[in-house]
């Protein structure tokens, strides 16, 4: 980047390579399940397990 706010388009498309290289490499690595989920104390009176 530069003073002029500008990306330039021979740079994006060579850093576009690199970024969806990271994306297919990382995609759903990252992903976390629970085993349970909280309930709130304000909404307890509601929940009937």
């Known amino acids: 980047m530069n003073y ?27 992903i976390q399940l629970k085993d349970k989920y909280p309930i709130p104390e304000q909404y307890q009176e509601f929940y009937q397990p």
């Open 4 to 30: 002029a706010r500008i990306y330039p388009p021979h740079a994006f498309e060579r850093d576009k390579k690199v970024w969806i290289k990271w994306y297919e490499e990382n995609k759903c690595n990252n």
